[in-house]
């Protein structure tokens, strides 16, 4: 598992000249270096360099931490080399176990020596086995406890290992050799599984010519298949009756004129090349006819060895296929590093980057976990349910997604991708642009703050389900802090563009993960300190959505807007000119729009940043059923200004605004800062037509502007008497209307002037004297104290033209001529209007 798990391991130290020399003497597979204690990862993929030197171990007690000061670590050089020397006695023992088993009943002196030798040895690496570090097949990280290496080896080849260990040989001849034992040799076998561990390392080493390494191991495979079944028939031959041993392949086999009935006294190396040419010619399924099963015992063994013959014949024929067509994994494997060891030769890469893609290389050659090329043919709805099965549970976790909706989730889940990342890696750094959003599901890594000065400041750790990354690329900002793998990592990218465009379509997920940026407290002060930046981002995103609505109200794309604001839109927000998105669908007249934000409870009377309402929106660009509609919603035209806005509407000669206006209530008597009425602007440029809606509206005729001008007088002042004459209706059917045409309510819209004469209208000229212009008061008494005071005479009555008496103040008109009837030794006055 450990060599499985393992990475491609550091570069050698020869210098970097370039050329096939140095790619010769590069040694890609050296198992990566293990010391990091811990690492989360999931069994599937955590693989890493780690270093020797590190070996945090947990402290149980005293004898345990004697014991941990010998723990090994794998990649140690002394333990490198006792692996090839166990290598060699695990040969010498694999090939001999089944000799021993079929040749031999008791071993002879010389090899009872070399056996227990051989015991010596492995004794003393079953003793290393309890001191052997290795990687948890669950977490894949470097295990240095003593307890738990023990457990591992106790579950593993623990009872095999040391049942192997017995002398057998010694047994079988203190039991009084009785067969039955002999057969526990063939536990010693376990050993071979040193013999295919080297031959796996030697694969992947390119400093070897692959089709060589591959080569000796089919030959290696197929001598020790034969070389057992050899050991077997010969086996099958001795353990028959010495009586019956004739009825054996051996014992009735005559070679030309050569005869084995006596065949136990023949040399050892001829009965062993007997047996392994029978075996050989049987697996080759040649059958010249000379050796043959003779027995039932050799006929069932020989068919059960061809029937195992043609399982290794397909198995060597097609090994043999694969080094031709050059098609399996490990020779994909081994030129890819080539090239890379080249590129990264002519380019002088450093030490460090090297480790790096060799390790991730071997990594990927080694693990199953780049879904990418095994689902790559799997259509994309079934890659998105499996993405999701494995993913979204740790999303669910995750702060920033907390109280998001599922469907958000959803989305984040099928777009995620796994990536391992090696202890001492940067994956983040400090000031730079980030385009990749990271989750944590295994592992340790650290938030580092660099200083100006160059000091380093850890200011947090991420573990399991937490995130980095989404700070600036949600806030738009340079990365604030770098990122370091402390242990083995396995992370779930998601890159910017798709995170941009799930937030863009889930406003208010995307809102409630700027909100859990602010709250997380693991970003500390920091974190705090971006607050404002944040904060800032999440006003622009709501006034970015508000354009978003109000564009589709404006293009009056219905279906979009409702999906918008399924999606948590808010449709009363407003854009940065203050308008709702019923101010621009009423402005374009569309009323099914405009009926669904109506019932959307949009404010139907919420004015923009010029004052304007969704019902002046509608009244300004002519259409007339929305503002109907609004209207009967209880829309109100609530005009700013309205005495500008309809006196430029008079002045622009729109007589249908001001139609519309007049119709949804707007104040016909509205006056401008000079205080002119729409009436005033309509009778000065003469038009005739917007005067008479305006009268027909209520406007009055009476009202003076800043400088005491009526409507009346702006007419008269232009000289069009149509203008005039229709005023001057206007003006009288007003003075009627007014209640018991009191004089008040006159004196509040006009005020009148008159001349005073003091003389009699039908007296002398020579007695004619100029006059005095004068307000008219509210009576006619004050209007004889007035005229006696500045003439300075004394009078009882004032008479009209005609020389009627006026006895009433009321009954005198604006410019009216007035004569002051003086006493006898005063002379007559007389009044002439201006």
């Not at 709702?580 to 949009?602: D, K, T």
């Amino acid at each position: 598992m450990a060599h499985g798990a393992a990475a491609a391991a550091a570069a050698s130290g020869a210098p970097e000249s370039g050329g096939d020399r140095l790619m010769e003497i590069e040694f890609e597979v050296e198992e990566i270096r293990e010391g990091i204690q811990a690492s989360r990862g999931s069994r599937l993929a955590l693989l890493a360099r780690e270093f020797p030197a590190i070996r945090p171990l947990r402290r149980r007690g005293s004898s345990e931490e004697l014991l941990s000061q010998f723990v090994i670590h794998p990649d140690n050089r002394l333990y490198q080399l006792w692996i090839h020397f166990i290598l060699i006695w695990a040969v010498y023992s694999s090939f001999f176990t089944p000799m021993e088993f079929g040749f031999f009943r008791g071993l002879p002196r010389n090899l009872l020596f070399l056996d227990i030798a051989g015991q010596g040895v492995f004794f003393a690496d079953f003793i290393v086995q309890f001191l052997v570090a290795y990687r948890d097949p669950h977490t894949y990280r470097m295990v240095y406890n003593p307890s738990a290496i023990a457990i591992r080896y106790f579950r593993s080849c623990f009872v095999v290992d040391f049942l192997s260990l017995f002398p057998w040989d010694l047994i079988y001849k203190v039991c009084g050799r009785k067969e039955q034992l002999r057969y526990l040799l063939w536990i010693r076998l376990c050993r071979v599984r040193k013999v295919t561990d080297f031959f796996q390392k030697m694969e992947k080493d390119i400093r070897i010519n692959y089709l060589f390494t591959r080569i000796v191991k089919l030959i290696a495979v197929e001598l020790y298949c034969t070389h057992t079944a050899a050991c077997i028939f010969y086996y099958l031959a001795t353990t028959f009756p010495e009586s019956k041993e004739g009825y054996t392949w051996i014992g009735s086999l005559t070679l030309g004129e050569y005869n084995y009935t006596n065949f136990r006294e023949i040399n050892f190396w001829r009965r062993y090349l007997t047996s392994l040419y029978f075996a050989i010619v049987t697996m080759a399924t040649v059958g010249y006819g000379d050796i043959h099963a003779v027995n039932m015992r050799e006929m069932v063994f020989t068919m059960i060895f061809v029937s195992f013959d043609m399982i290794l014949g397909a198995y060597l024929i097609g090994n043999m296929t694969a080094l031709i067509v050059k098609g399996s994994k490990t020779e994909r494997f081994r030129d890819k590093m080539k090239d890379l060891i080249k590129y990264m030769n002519r380019n002088r890469l450093g030490k460090d980057i090297r480790d790096q893609i060799k390790g991730h290389v071997r990594l990927q050659y080694e693990s199953s976990y780049t879904e990418a090329s095994v689902l790559q043919d799997i259509p994309v709805s079934i890659r998105a349910k499996i993405s999701e099965d494995l993913y979204k549970p740790y999303i669910e976790t995750i702060h920033l997604f907390k109280g998001c909706s599922s469907e958000f989730i959803h989305q984040i889940a099928i777009r995620l991708q796994e990536e391992f990342f090696l202890p001492g890696e940067v994956i983040l750094e400090q000031g730079n642009a980030v385009d990749q959003l990271y989750f944590v599901c295994d592992g340790i890594l650290e938030c580092v703050g660099i200083g100006e000065d160059g000091t380093e400041e850890t200011v947090l750790q991420f573990e399991r389900n937490s995130s980095f990354g989404e700070i600036a690329i949600l806030c738009n900002i340079p990365q604030p802090f770098s990122v370091r793998v402390c242990e083995l990592c396995r992370l779930l990218r998601l890159d910017r563009q798709s995170f941009t465009n799930i937030l863009e379509v889930y406003f208010v997920d995307a809102r409630t993960a700027l909100n859990n940026v602010l709250e997380g407290s693991e970003y500390n002060t920091r974190i705090k300190q971006l607050e404002s930046d944040i904060t800032l981002h999440i006003e622009r995103q709501e006034a970015e959505l508000a354009l978003k609505v109000n564009s589709a109200a404006s293009h009056g794309d219905l279906n979009h807007l409702k999906s918008l604001i399924r999606a948590g839109a808010d449709p009363k927000k407003t854009d940065y000119d203050g308008r709702s998105p019923l101010h621009l669908a009423a402005s374009r007249g569309y009323e099914n729009m405009v009926l669904f934000l109506i019932h959307e409870c949009v404010d139907i009377n919420i004015p923009d940043k010029y004052g304007n309402t969704p019902l002046l929106e509608a009244i300004k660009n002519k259409h007339d059923r929305v503002a109907s509609l609004l209207f009967s919603k209880g829309a109100k035209l609530c005009l700013s200004d309205a005495g500008s806005q309809l006196c430029a509407a008079v002045a622009r000669g729109d007589a249908g605004f001001m139609k519309r206006v007049l119709s949804y209530g707007a104040d016909p008597n509205s006056k401008d800062y000079d205080h002119h009425t729409p009436l005033h602007i309509a009778a000065g440029e003469g038009l005739y037509l917007i005067a008479e809606v305006l009268l027909q509206a209520g406007a009055s005729v009476l009202v003076e502007d800043r400088w005491g001008m009526t409507p009346l007088d702006e007419a008269r002042k232009r000289g069009s008497s149509s203008i005039i004459k229709l005023l001057e209706d206007a003006e009288c059917e007003e003075l009627i209307k007014l209640p018991n045409r009191s004089r008040d309510i006159r004196e509040k819209t006009q005020r009148y002037k008159c001349t005073v004469f003091p003389y009699h209208p039908w007296g002398p000229r020579d007695e004619r004297r100029e006059g005095i212009v004068i307000w008219v008061p509210r009576t006619i008494e004050e209007l004889i104290r007035s005229a006696e005071e500045l003439l300075e005479c004394s009078a009882s009555c004032i008479l009209s033209e005609d020389g009627g008496k006026i006895l009433d103040a009321d009954l005198i008109s604006d410019g009216q001529s007035l004569y002051l009837r003086v006493d006898s030794h005063s002379s007559t006055s007389s009044t002439k209007v201006n």
